[in-house]
């Protein structure tokens, strides 16, 4: 295995070191936060530090290497970096730590470039679902495949499904601060798009192999993508629609008894659902105010 | 106590029974995942049969399903925390559901598409049989008890909790 170009112990070391560096950075920021006097939550590093995890496993399994990859340990990795990865990040706020652990020019930059047309296009559920399952039916069904011979072309795919993976499960389910955050409907109806284009394409895969996959490989990652993509569908589900309930409740809609938390006002309501009511009673930075 | 604290909504708009709807048809649709695909092994992942209709069918039937389970109990407990739940609304969308999609998989996707069957190598017909009719027993169980919880919120009228005769 030593002999193929990116699988050796030298290059999972080199491989390692951008996950160490998130790792770090997020680590280093909340306990910056924290000193500071503004308690970040400690499940949002667990499930940064997981998230980083995941993709780590994912980009450098060597089983789902170029050269060395078995099918159903390439659709593992892509499982691990393209869907449970963005959904332990995603839930981390890592915007909302980043804005409040930079100084306050850079913060603001941070946050016009957020909000820069591209980004804010891209952030879009539509286009957002677009490029992550869109990409996945490009890859499994076009030429496009020949990308994950090449070592440079499969870390490319991988780092694509991340970042997509990313904007996706953000424009879906996302904590940070988001001016333009689509409405309940089109969520909803891009979620659904977005994982039955998944659940398609693994039964399309089960009856038509990519080239130069054997029968029972493709069956067996054709299996994997679909029952273990149902089981991170699930969890993204769920928080979807406990936010959703978060939200109703804060409200406090007419009929039912008023929620005590209705005094928070708009403000409150409109922050995201699965902040700690510790923070949302703390004076806000003006970092955050600028996004609303 | 959640039984029934919304006396006079009228039985459609009632969210207990939608979210038991909710619940029954993702129910219903795990338990043929599990049982007829898992245990059995009488259904295939793949059913060349259905071609890519039948493929696309699956995967988007997949989707919705998935979401409606998981959003159907948190509609039942968006009732139950605003106080209208309905013990027995709910159970009478749980049966409706689940019945309603075992005949529209029994008839629609068995029999008019031809997806896929229930069984392979044997004399289909009594499984037809069978299948359809328990989805009907379901779907017939679940439309007596709406009626009579429909009856009974008539009967009582606008909200008079106390004046209902019977319970």
Redesign the interface.
């Known amino acids: 295995m030593h002999e193929h170009p990116g699988t050796g112990p030298g290059f999972l070391l080199l491989g390692a070191l951008p996950f160490l560096a998130a790792l770090a950075l997020y680590l280093a920021a909340a306990a910056g936060v924290w000193r500071a006097g503004r308690p970040w939550p400690v499940y949002r590093s667990v499930l940064w530090s997981a998230g980083v995890v995941a993709a780590a496993l994912g980009f450098l399994n060597p089983a789902a290497g170029p050269t060395t990859g078995s099918f159903p340990a390439h659709m593992g990795s892509h499982l691990l970096v393209g869907m449970a990865a963005p959904l332990l990040l995603v839930l981390a706020a890592p915007v909302t730590l980043a804005l409040r652990a930079l100084a306050v020019g850079r913060a603001r930059r941070l946050s016009s470039f957020l909000r820069s047309p591209p980004l804010r296009v891209l952030s879009h559920p539509v286009p957002a679902g677009l490029l992550n399952t869109g990409g996945l039916w490009l890859l499994y069904t076009t030429p496009a495949a020949a990308l994950l011979g090449s070592g440079a072309g499969h870390a490319a795919v991988q780092l694509h499904f991340l970042l997509a993976g990313c904007l996706f499960t953000n424009a879906v389910i996302g904590v940070d601060p988001n001016p333009h955050r689509a409405g309940f409907p089109l969520r ?1 109806a891009v ?2 798009a977005a ?10 895969l ?2 038509y192999p990519p080239p130069g996959v054997p029968t029972g490989q493709a ?1 067996t990652g ?2 994997l993508m ?1 029952y273990g993509g ?1 089981l991170i ?2 969890a993204l ?2 928080v979807f ?2 936010q ?2 978060a939200r ?2 804060r409200r406090g809609t007419a ?3 008023v929620s005590s938390r209705v005094s928070g006002g708009a403000a409150a309501a409109r922050r995201p659902a699965a902040d700690p009511p510790v923070l949302r009673r703390s004076r806000r930075a003006p970092e955050d105010q600028r996004f609303r | 106590m959640p039984t029934d604290a919304k006396e006079d909504l009228p039985l459609r708009r009632d969210r207990s029974m939608w979210a038991g709807v909710m619940i029954g048809v993702g129910v219903m649709a795990a338990v043929d995942e599990i049982v007829f695909h898992q245990l059995l092994a009488w259904h295939h992942f793949y059913d060349r049969a259905g071609g890519t209709v039948g493929l696309v069918s699956d995967g988007v039937l997949h989707a919705v399903e998935l979401f409606l389970l998981i959003a159907g109990f948190f509609l039942l407990a968006s009732t139950l925390r605003r106080g209208t739940a309905s013990a027995g609304a709910a159970l009478a969308g749980l049966f409706l559901g689940a019945g309603g999609f075992q005949l529209f998989d029994g008839l629609i996707n068995h029999k008019v598409l031809r997806f896929h069957q229930i069984r392979y190598g044997v004399d289909v017909v009594p499984y037809d049989l069978v299948w359809n009719a328990a989805a009907l027993a379901l779907l017939l169980f679940g439309a007596v008890l709406a009626g009579v919880i429909a009856r009974r919120r008539r009967r009582t009228g606008s909200g008079t909790r106390a004046a209902r005769p019977d319970a």
Do not use: S
């Open positions: 909803t979620l659904l994982l039955a284009g998944h659940g398609v394409l693994a039964k399309y089960f009856a069956e054709a299996y679909y149902a569908e699930a589900i769920t629609c406990a959703e309930y109703a409740h009929g039912g008894p």
